[in-house]
């Protein structure tokens, strides 16, 4: 957490507010709860924030938190080059850090002659790249096998990439387990056309005992090399118990 301010706790819009610098508009702290009030005084009205501490090349989201606004249409908010529209509500702007400093400004963009306002309960600058959860542990719920071989299993931290989705940091493999395996080679067939042709087809195959194989979070090492799932893991059961995994794997490419 870079920044996190709550304008409706007791004193913190109040102490804020001297940070705000102001070019065709006011910023008070005013309400109650309070907020931070910024009005528009002329054209090209801005407020701006400046955030240090700053991660160069490292991903942020600066967050402003609106109670409410007049003058809808005409207002923004930017950060690091990126500019998106006011709302009521939380109102998100993604940036890639370009110095330890950036400035976060709320702006108007139209005639102020009406005197727009703006009143902000929040502000925030949050890293995006942060782990939203850590890796769960293996589990491992078959055995039985005799298999010389072995295989790591690994997993990656997760983060948010700006847009909602999870992304898991692969640059970074984490071990979470290390197990007995048999890796090799199985032969399939397919027909292709109506000459009644065959295809052979090799497929590479990790058998393991069974465990929490999750084909998004689990990649897997062996002799050296990274592989991911090629396709569903078939659970062999026996007697009613889960007993081993066979997992179609291919080469990790890039």
Sequence with gaps: MTLALD?????VAAADKPLWGATNCDVDSYGSPASLYVQATDNGAQAVRPVTGLVIGE?????????????????????????VPLAVGAVSVDF????????????YTADAGDYP????????????SVPIEP?????????????RDKVEILTADT????????????DNPIVVGTLPAYVGHTTTSLFAGEDGRTAFVEELRAITPAFNFDPVAHRLRWKGETYLPNGPALLRMRNGRDHHLTIPIKAVNG
């Design 7 to 11: 304008y409706s706790a007791p004193g």
């Design 59 to 83: 991903d942020y989201r600066a967050t402003v938190t609106v109670h409410s606004f007049s003058a809808a249409n005409h207002w923004t908010v930017s950060a690091g080059g990126v500019t």
């Design 96 to 107: 890639t850090a370009t110095s330890t400093t950036e400035n976060v400004a709320v702006a």
């Design 117 to 128: 306002s703006v009143f902000m309960r929040g502000f925030a600058v949050d890293l995006t």
């Design 135 to 147: 890796p769960a542990p293996l589990v491992v719920t078959g055995s039985g096998l005799r298999l």
């Design 159 to 170: 983060y948010e990439d700006g847009h909602g989705n999870t992304e898991y940091d692969w």
